[in-house]
């Protein structure tokens, strides 16, 4: 089996230890074999990033939008190929898959776009016959840590801007999806990319990570990942003086008022809160239903539910493929199991299931009669489990909505514009949906959350710019 190696100054580099990448549909499946940077590995990379940051921070903005449309010209292109990669590394459906491989060229192409819209401001100074201009600047060498869940769309949407605003790359993608990440540099490096603008480095978060957020070379770290990981994050980046910004979990309310539309509220709810095996930041992990419709809701969502078909993610007619590996599923069972005796009742779902291939099946649970208070609300399972919370009316289901220490995505079901608008005003979240799912979202607008969910800037669209780069003031008194 070929090996994938680490690409560190423009060079695919032989050397240190290999992992294999598994598929969860069926573990007999080996995706390939992929380098383990060790430390030193992660300290070349990060001297081909400084090497490359200041011809590149100079480097012509055609040239940079030559590279990012090309990169997305060859990801559309190969989409089919790509996200079957996609669905075998990671476990989401193959039309997941492929919708997220779409969505990495869009992305691509937008910065791609970016490049060449790249601007300023000349303003007058209070001081007569001074100018004053304001610009931005790269930010230097950014390290660009990723989690397992999207595996190419978290990357091109961190890669991309970093390369549009004229910074290096030091990235570090999760331990279980390498196959997407390299296919990804590989596209990039053919595009013409120069050498050690984007150095890729597989390997452990505590080898390859630890070595990139302790480095005082690195300028600035974006992170995806869980709030353990991102509160580490953030102390090391202090402690050396990066900029750094983190996304993280997120318990993501999705109300349902008695005058919703039945079928719509399902159909989001059971999207949000289960497709891609729940394992999404903004997945709708808690339903907030009044007391009119609750009962309706739930026995619809269980029909909706009977008819899914949780099997392997690259097979017709699958609804919902397995989850990610052995850890994630018993930490979705430890969490069923919490439910359970914290006096939830289990209305469907919650046991292991066999299909003809090994793999990590669980079948989508839903809770009834639960609390905000239990842990299975307050605390991020990341998988196919959701509760539903009986309230009285609206502004119960808003305070309740509310009353969580994350802030991410949220959700209203409501035929009431009143309603809508009153909750897209006091909802505390950075992403509100009215009548859609919690989970999706466009590719050319702000990305990101509030208290526990985010840290620092918006990803996602032009606001990226605010992380990627830094403003610079100049004075200038012509004479
Ligand atoms: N909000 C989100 O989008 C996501 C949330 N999660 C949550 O996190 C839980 C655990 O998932 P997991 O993948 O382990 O999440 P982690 O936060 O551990 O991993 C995210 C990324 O950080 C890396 N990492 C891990 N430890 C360090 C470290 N000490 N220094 C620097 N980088 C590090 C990981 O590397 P490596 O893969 O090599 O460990 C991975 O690339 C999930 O069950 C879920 O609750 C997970 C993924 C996405
Ligand atoms: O819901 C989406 O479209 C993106 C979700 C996401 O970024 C995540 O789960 O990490």
């Known amino acids: 089996m070929t090996l994938h190696r680490n690409l560190i100054a423009g060079d695919w580099v032989e050397g240190g230890n290999a992992s294999d990448n598994i598929n969860p549909s069926n573990t007999n499946d080996v995706v390939g074999q992929f380098a383990m940077a060790d430390a030193a590995a992660t300290e070349q990379a990060i001297d081909a990033a400084v090497a490359a940051s200041h011809p590149w921070a100079r480097s012509p903005i055609q040239q940079r939008h030559d590279i990012l449309a090309a990169a997305s010209a060859e990801i559309m292109a190969r989409k089919d190929e790509l996200g079957r990669l996609l669905s075998r590394e990671e476990g989401k459906t193959l039309a997941e898959g492929i919708g997220e491989t779409i969505r990495a060229a869009q992305i691509f192409d937008f910065f791609a776009g970016e490049c060449l819209r790249l601007s300023g401001e000349k303003l007058a100074s209070t001081r007569p016959g001074l100018d004053v201009e304001i610009t931005r600047e790269p930010v230097g060498v950014v390290g660009i840590i990723t989690p397992w869940n ?51 480095v597989m390997g452990s978060g505590g080898t390859v990570g630890e070595t990139i957020l302790s480095s005082t070379r690195i300028n600035a770290v974006t992170f995806t990942g869980s709030v353990s990981t991102g509160a580490h994050v953030a102390a090391k980046c202090s402690a050396t003086m990066k900029k750094y910004q983190l996304e993280m979990g997120g318990k993501n309310p999705m109300v349902v008022l008695d005058d919703a539309d039945l079928a719509t509220a399902v159909d989001v709810s059971v999207n949000g809160a289960f497709f891609s095996t729940g394992q999404r930041c903004t997945a709708s992990s808690r339903l907030i239903v009044t007391e009119g419709i609750h009962d309706k809701f739930v026995a619809a969502c269980i029909e909706k539910l009977k008819s899914l078909n949780v099997d392997d993610a690259l097979k017709d007619g699958t609804h919902i493929g397995p989850v990610v590996d052995e850890s994630q599923l018993a930490q979705d069972e430890k969490y069923i199991q919490i439910g359970k005796d914290e006096g939830a009742k289990l209305a469907w779902g919650g046991e292991r299931l066999n299909r003809e291939t090994p793999g990590f099946y669980l079948q989508p649970a839903l809770f009834t009669e639960t609390t905000n208070a239990m842990r299975i609300n307050r605390e991020e399972v990341f998988g196919p489990v959701a509760s539903v919370i009986r309230v009285k009316d609206y502004d119960e289901a808003l305070a309740v909505a509310n009353d969580t220490s994350f802030g991410l995505s949220s959700g209203i079901c409501t035929s009431s514009l009143k309603y809508a608008s009153d909750f897209k005003r006091n909802s505390e979240a950075g992403m509100v949906m009215v009548n859609l799912p919690t989970a999706g979202v466009d590719y050319h607008v702000p990305f990101g959350g509030r208290k526990g969910s985010s840290y620092g800037s918006r990803e996602q669209g032009r606001y990226a710019a605010e992380f990627y780069t830094t403003v610079k003031t100049a004075y200038t008194l012509p004479i």
């Open 150 to 200: 999207f595996p190419i769309a978290i990357p091109a949407w961190k890669i991309a801007p970093a390369l549009c605003y004229g910074n290096t790359v030091v990235f570090k993608p999760a331990g279980l999806v390498p196959g997407c990440a390299w296919a990804l540099v590989d596209i990039l490096k053919k595009a013409g990319l120069p050498d050690g603008v984007l150095n890729l």
